[in-house]
């Protein structure tokens, strides 16, 4: 990912990596039809915006409803922290995505805008993770086109709330399949533990910034474009307080299970140190004795006995094996 240096304020700079081709399209919808890309009367409007590799095309679409240059600066800069702010005669919402796909974790940053009777949403990728708002509203599910964009502005924030609340229940699955791993298994590698750690942690970042915005902006109830949604937006805190929580109990138990791995590898050392050293203090008395009679004594019965090597290897074996009794007895190993 790219980042913006030294350009003056206002100054759009496209830090995405994909610039992906960019599509534009238009939904206007009043409380009996909807409409694509051809304007119906006393209509609301939905432009979305995928790709964000054309900017030049994105700023022309703003710039006809007036909305300011700081925030299409802010659509483009890729690498901020998700927040929601209030603009003139609206808000600007910025979110992170995650989904885990195919052992893969993958982001997605989206930006929504609520400007008047319009709203504008920016996905980074063509993912197609607002067709299943695309798709209530041609269905008429929960009335939305029987609304004002208000309530599409914020059902678009709960649904992507949402997506990461799915997110973090995957991530609880992830965490209970690595706990039968360390502590039933033993497990040895946990690179991908790790990689969860760091998506976890990311996400609470993200969760904790949107959160402290929105209780910035707590008077965003006094405002004319909120104020008749309050118990919505009161449903969303709730979503966004109980998805800290539960990301929270997800960084606990992953420190307790890198603390048990932990535990299991110092363990393992301590078995195979144990083992060791058995074995050098069984062998110990064996030394002594193969040194003793690896002496050059010239007068030493066992040396003039036929059956003295066999004499001196009973002795060895004789010692070793209550060396072993005597700590199996102990309950050293």
């Given amino acids: 990912m790219e980042f913006k240096k030294s350009l003056p304020p206002g100054t759009v700079f496209n830090t995405s990596d994909k610039k992906m081709a960019t599509k534009i399209k238009k939904i206007y919808y009043n409380g009996d039809q909807i409409s694509i890309d051809q304007p119906i009367p006393e209509s609301q409007l939905w432009v979305k915006v995928s790709g964000l590799g054309d900017s030049q095309r994105i700023v022309e679409e703003l710039r006809t409803s007036n909305i300011d240059y700081l925030v299409i600066e802010d659509i483009f800069n890729l690498t901020q922290r998700a927040k929601i702010e209030e603009i003139d005669n609206g808000f600007l919402?910025?979110?992170?995505?995650?989904?885990?796909?195919?052992?893969?974790?993958?982001?997605?940053?989206?930006?929504?805008?609520?400007?008047?009777?319009?709203?504008?949403?920016?996905?980074?990728?063509?993912?197609?993770?607002?067709?299943?708002?695309?798709?209530?509203?041609?269905?008429?599910?929960?009335?939305?086109?029987?609304?004002?964009?208000?309530?599409?502005?914020?059902?678009?924030?709960?649904?992507?709330?949402?997506?990461?609340?799915?997110?973090?229940?995957?991530?609880?699955?992830?965490?209970?399949?690595?706990?039968?791993?360390?502590?039933?298994?033993?497990?040895?590698?946990?690179?991908?533990?790790?990689?969860?750690?760091?998506?976890?942690?990311?996400?609470?970042?993200?969760?904790?910034?949107?959160?402290?915005?929105?209780?910035?902006?707590?008077?965003?109830?006094?405002?004319?474009?909120?104020?008749?949604?309050?118990?919505?937006?009161?449903?969303?805190f709730d979503h966004l307080y109980r998805l800290s929580d539960r990301l929270n109990i997800d960084i606990e138990n992953i420190r307790t299970l890198n603390d048990i791995h932990q535990n299991n590898i110092n363990e393992r050392t301590n078995s195979i140190m144990k083992i060791l050293t058995i074995f050098s203090a069984t062998f110990i008395p064996l030394s002594f004795l193969a040194g003793v009679f690896g002496m050059n004594f010239v007068y030493m019965d066992i040396f003039s006995n036929p059956n003295g090597v066999w004499i001196f290897i009973g002795m060895c074996l004789t010692i070793f094996l209550l060396m072993l009794g005597f700590f199996k007895y102990k309950k050293w190993f």
Avoid at 164 to 175: A, C, P, S, T
């Fill in 93 to 236: 919402a910025v979110l992170k995505i995650t989904n885990h796909k195919e052992k893969k974790f993958t982001h997605e940053y989206l930006s929504i805008i609520l400007k008047d009777n319009i709203v504008y949403t920016f996905d980074e990728d063509d993912t197609g993770i607002l067709n299943i708002i695309e798709d209530r509203l041609m269905a008429n599910q929960g009335n939305i086109k029987t609304y004002p964009a208000k309530f599409l502005f914020y059902t678009i924030i709960d649904t992507l709330i949402d997506i990461n609340i799915l997110f973090e229940n995957e991530i609880g699955r992830l965490i209970i399949d690595w706990e039968e791993k360390i502590l039933v298994d033993k497990k040895k590698e946990i690179n991908d533990l790790h990689q969860i750690r760091k998506e976890v942690l990311l996400m609470k970042t993200h969760t904790l910034s949107f959160i402290k915005s929105l209780e910035t902006i707590k008077d965003i109830y006094k405002h004319p474009a909120i104020s008749e949604l309050k118990k919505y937006y009161t449903d969303l």
